[in-house]
C-alpha cells in the first residue's frame, strides 16, 4: 500500500531518478513508521478506556 502522494512534488531539476525514488522510499519509511506509531497509540487509549470503564462498572 502506497499512501505517499506525489502531487506538489519537484525534485528541483537536479536530481536524478535514483535520488528521486530513494527520497521517495524514505518518505514511504517514515510514515510507514507514523502510522506505526499512531496505532500503538490509539490500542493504548482504547486499552485505557476499557480499563476504566472496567472499574466503574465493578464498583
Known sequence: MILFDHAGYDPGGGGS??????MDRM?????????????KVKEEIIDAIRNELSRISTT
Open 17 to 22: 531518478d535514483a535520488d528521486s525514488i530513494d
Open 27 to 39: 518518505k514511504q519509511e517514515i510514515l510507514d513508521d507514523v502510522f506505526r506509531e499512531l496505532h
